[in-house]
């Protein structure tokens, strides 16, 4: 994708080259069935492969989840040591696919005292084996917040003694985690629940959006790929004027 034009615009028609998904819904998709909220979080292992899979072959360059927020943490002790573990067993499972697949994995946010030494590890593993790959890079928000990031940006913005007329978007920018990131073209928040709770703010910041129905767990390959139709859809403004009929081009 070519960068933003602010004050221009661009058909989206073309595969978006940063996809982010908001992994929502794991808890309603167990009540459903009666079953522990645990459940739900088991049953999303199956999506995340498969939406990983189908935005490789659909030549997604960027793909982003959300896996772990900073406000997760408020989560009753029981369900985070669960999600703690799951993540670690997914992770060491899926290593040699991803690897094999030519995916380069690497981990946002993980800063909190509170993840186990094992997981951290374990992200560090499978961010140097995959860090030479060439294909998708797969950025898991674990333990992330948007807030947070731009307030340590910002500190770290300061602590390099920055003269502040020298400050501007992109100097800002370099500043964030993972600063190669591209900025966000579609998010995907599934469940329906419509609101970005902390996800990557800085590059959300003229994303389109959607916002399917249906829960984490039941979300599979093909509705990933009506997402990206959605999206190719939509027209991206940036802030200018439509060429589109009504778009008064001829004034
Ligand atoms: C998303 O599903 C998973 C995480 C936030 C870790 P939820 O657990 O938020 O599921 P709902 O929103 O309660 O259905
Ligand atoms: C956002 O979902 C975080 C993740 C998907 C990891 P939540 O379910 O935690 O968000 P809220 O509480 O509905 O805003
Ligand atoms: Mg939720």
Redesign the pocket.
């Known amino acids: 994708m070519p960068p933003p034009r602010p004050g221009g615009r661009q058909r989206a028609g073309v595969v978006p080259g940063h996809v982010a998904c ?3 819904g794991n808890g309603r998709w167990a009540a459903q069935r009666d079953l522990p909220r645990t459940s739900g979080h088991s049953a999303a292992e199956a999506t995340v492969i498969d939406v990983i899979e189908a935005a490789r072959a659909a030549g997604v360059r960027w793909l982003s989840l ?4 900073t ?2 943490w408020s989560r009753p002790g029981a369900e985070v040591d669960y999600l703690l573990r799951l993540v670690r067993r997914v992770v060491r499972k899926h290593a040699p696919l991803l690897h094999a697949r030519g995916i380069r994995c690497r981990f946002l946010g993980n800063t909190d005292p509170r993840i186990p030494a094992g997981l951290a590890r374990d992200f560090a593993d499978l961010t140097l084996l995959t860090s030479r790959n060439q294909g998708m890079t797969l950025t898991v ?1 674990f333990d992330h917040g948007g807030r947070r990031d731009i307030v340590e940006a910002a500190r770290s913005l300061i602590r390099s003694g920055a003269a502040p007329d020298a400050v501007d978007e992109d100097a800002f920018a370099a500043h964030l985690p993972f600063p190669d990131t591209p900025d966000v073209d579609l998010v995907i928040r599934t469940s329906g ?1 419509q ?1 970005i ?1 902390n ?1 990557m703010l800085w590059q959300v910041a003229y994303a389109e959006w959607v916002f399917p129905p249906v829960l984490w767990p039941d979300f599979r390959a093909a509705h990933f790929l009506e997402c990206l139709d959605t999206y190719q859809r939509r027209q991206r403004r940036f802030g200018g004027v439509s060429a589109e009929p009504n778009g008064d081009e001829g004034l």
């Open positions: 908001v992994m929502d959300y896996a772990f927020s406000e997760n928000a629940e609101r709770s996800f």
